[in-house]
């Protein structure tokens, strides 16, 4: 079965750095469109950072500058290096794999930024 996997997630200095990392497993990962959505509660999921099967990517205004997507088609895992990391930052940050109808979320890693 599919299995997204993230790791790399805790508790982190304002201005500080942290890289998330997720791990696919039961899909043909170099087709799949790969990326991070992040989630405060009460609130909705929304997009940071995508990047596609071919390497283009989108991100979120708010993230512009201070995070990186890529991704390693060898070892079938997706990365997002956050750099300057600000409290807002601070929530569950989710991977997603899509493809065509295909729709797959990991189960979440937290990050916290203490200000």
């Known amino acids: 079965q599919v299995q997204l996997v993230e790791s790399g997630g805790g508790l982190v200095q304002a201005g500080g750095s942290l890289r998330l990392s997720c791990a696919a497993s039961?899909?043909?990962?170099?087709?799949?469109?790969m990326a991070w959505y992040r989630q405060i509660p009460g609130k909705q999921r929304e997009l940071v950072a995508l990047?596609?099967?071919?390497?283009?990517?989108t991100y979120a205004d708010s993230v512009k500058g201070r995070f990186t997507i890529s991704r390693d088609n060898a070892k079938n895992t997706v990365f997002l290096q956050m750099n300057s990391l600000k409290s807002e930052d601070t929530a569950v940050y989710y991977c997603?794999?899509?493809?065509?109808?295909?729709?797959?979320w990991g189960q979440g890693t937290q990050v916290t930024v203490s200000s």
């Open positions: 997603n794999a899509k493809l065509f109808q295909n729709n797959y």
């Open positions: 039961g899909i043909i990962f170099n087709r799949y469109s």
């Open positions: 990047i596609t099967s071919g390497g283009s990517t």
